[in-house]
């Protein structure tokens, strides 16, 4: 199972709304509504802020939601803040799990 | 409230092995799939396989078949990753990282462990 595409990079300003895709194929983000999001700080584990597509999990903001269409899905973060600076990640899971490259967000 | 505990950093010659640990507490250590996850430095998340940490069985993933070993002792509640043989490009941070109910993405995440093989 190849990797699910993201770009390398996205950025905003603060207050900002700013959307990452994550593209993947018919047999794994098109096919089922298992995408999820996750952020990670430099140097800290991974954290889960979107699973199955669009559910957010207990204490993430609202201001981060999720998307999809066809066999590309999107992570969408509202009201940019500084604290969002991070690399993201998506995965898929199928009869296994993918993850993307990863894009960088940069708050300007 | 769950919690995935790893061992410290480790520095390794080529060839050696490497054993790292992840103890699991806040939920039935027995109840959900243990992953590991390999990040190697500046680089993305990679998916090396899973543990049933009910019968102890283990799955890898395509490139992870071999020198990679799961195992489990749940009278502690740990999981644990051996890797043998090391090379330079093992150089990476292992993370833990459950699946629970949903069975659809990482709940949980270890705070990483990192190894690094050089001579």
């Known amino acids: 199972q190849s990797a699910l595409t993201q770009p390398a990079s996205v950025s905003g300003s603060p207050g900002q709304s700013i959307t990452i895709s994550c593209t993947g194929t018919s047999s794994d983000v098109g096919g089922y509504n298992y995408v999820s999001w996750y952020q990670q700080h430099p140097g800290k584990a991974p954290k889960l802020m979107i699973y199955?597509?669009?559910n957010r999990p207990s204490g993430v903001s609202n201001r981060f939601s999720g998307s999809k269409s066809g066999n590309t899905a999107s992570l969408t973060i509202s009201g940019l803040q500084a604290e969002d600076e991070a690399d993201y990640y998506c995965s898929s899971y199928t009869s296994s799990r993918v993850f993307g490259g990863g894009t960088k967000l940069t708050v300007l | 409230q769950v919690q995935l505990v790893q061992s410290g950093s480790e520095l390794k010659k080529p060839g050696a092995s490497v054993k790292v640990s992840c103890k699991a507490s806040g939920y039935t250590f027995t109840s959900y799939a243990m992953n590991w996850v390999r990040q190697a430095p500046g680089q993305g998340l990679e998916w090396m396989g899973w543990?049933?940490?009910?019968?102890?069985?283990?799955t890898y993933a395509q490139g992870f078949t071999g020198r990679f070993v799961f195992s489990l002792d749940t009278s502690v509640s740990t999981a644990y990753l051996q890797i043998s043989s090391l090379k330079a490009e093992d150089t990476a941070v292992y993370y833990c990282?459950?699946?629970?109910?949903?069975?659809?993405?990482?709940?949980?995440w270890g705070q990483g462990t990192l190894v690094t093989v050089s001579s």
């Open positions: 543990i049933n940490t009910n019968t102890g069985n283990p």
């Open positions: 990282a459950l699946i629970a109910a949903a069975g659809t993405h990482f709940d949980y």
């Open positions: 199955e597509v669009s």
